[in-house]
T-cell receptor, first 110, second 114 residues
Framework: DAKTTQPNSMESNEEEPVHLPCNHS???????IHWYRQLPSQGPEYVIH???SNVNNRMASLAIAEDRKSSTLILHRATLRDAAVYYC???????????FGAGTRLTVKP | NAGVTQTPKFQVLKTGQSMTLQCAQD?????MSWYRQDPGMGLRLIHY???????DQGEVPNGYNVSRSTTEDFPLRLLSAAPSQTSVYFC?????????????FGPGTRLTVT
């Protein structure tokens, strides 16, 4: 798995969009990009994942750079419930060992 | 579906004691794993299983044993508890390979070793 780099923390205002960046400059062609988040005192929960194309689901959007060396998780309208630690993971295909880094702690201000 | 369940929620052990953390899932998932999370840190993989009868080591396997006799259950055994094993333990499951399928996490077991 390629190493990922995320900011330690970010702040956002409620009801505004949030763009969470992730660098993965050593990513290989078969590495998927996964995002999980962990709300306080809970286990992590899946947010989104993708390989090359941008992805959308009910929770968020994932924008992947053309060279795949970086990606951005987009929360379209932050709510107080989105305050969590967000983990960006570059995960090799057929690798059963998924490694989580330190993540980005997102604070949402009312 | 109950999803991924873990018992107990809290546990206090003395150094040297052994115990088993239970994990079960009712989604017929092939893949299951155990992570530990120390205060203020990310998750670290202890052991994982890609199916009944198959287990493998993750990043921090020392001091822990696992077995997978059924698809549903994946218990984690602490052989001789040490204060360094004080942590929150999360169990997770996935339908199949982690590249294509999301992991579902349990609520965690908070373990304190004195």
């Amino acid at each position: 798995d390629a190493k990922t780099t995320q900011p330690n923390s970010m702040e956002s205002n409620e009801e505004e969009p949030v763009h969470l960046p992730c660098n993965h400059s050593t990513i290989s062609g078969t590495d998927y990009i996964h995002w999980y988040r962990q709300l306080p005192s809970q286990g992590p929960e899946y947010v989104i994942h993708g390989l090359t194309s941008n992805v959308n689901n009910r929770m968020a959007s994932l924008a992947i750079a053309e060279d795949r060396k970086s990606s951005t998780l987009i929360l379209h309208r932050a709510t107080l419930r989105d305050a969590a630690v967000y983990y960006c993971i570059s995960h090799s295909y057929n690798n059963n060992d998924m490694r989580f880094g330190a993540g980005t702690r997102l604070t949402v201000k009312p | 579906n109950a999803g991924v369940t873990q018992t107990p929620k809290f546990q206090v052990l003395k150094t040297g004691q052994s115990m088993t953390l239970q994990c079960a899932q009712d989604m017929n998932h092939e893949y299951m794993s155990w992570y530990r999370q120390d205060p203020g840190m990310g998750l670290r993989l202890i052991h994982y299983s890609v199916g009944a009868g198959i287990t493998d080591q993750g990043e921090v396997p020392n001091g822990y044993n696992v077995s997978r006799s059924t698809t549903e259950d994946f218990p984690l055994r602490l052989l001789s508890a040490a204060p360094s094993q004080t942590s929150v333990y999360f169990c997770a499951s996935s339908l199949r390979d982690l590249s294509s399928y999301e992991q579902y996490f349990g609520p965690g077991t908070r373990l304190t070793v004195t």
